[in-house]
């Protein structure tokens, strides 16, 4: 799964822009990094289960950050519809 977010065309990294996507109805799968503050996480989470959208768990936030090609760490990142 991680792969494909990697590979992904269209995609946001950070806890602003996934809940914009998620709002906006544009997030298909939705990543959280496991070491991120609850406080960060918990809404996201609300709000994927709220539209139904697919949650999948990074161990670190460094990880994540990678794997959006970014070079900060990221707390949430999600894959778009195109």
């Known amino acids: 799964m991680q792969e494909r977010l990697k590979n992904a065309r269209s995609k946001v990294a950070g806890m602003k822009q996934t809940m914009k996507a998620l709002e906006k109805g544009e ?42 090609g970014i070079k900060v760490k990221a707390a949430t990142a999600a894959i778009l519809e195109l």
């Open 27 to 68: 997030a298909l799968t939705v990543f959280i990094a496991r070491d991120a503050e609850e406080k960060i996480v918990r809404p996201v989470e609300a709000l994927c289960e709220a539209k139904g959208v697919e949650v999948h768990y990074v161990d670190t936030m460094q990880e994540l950050g990678k794997l959006c």
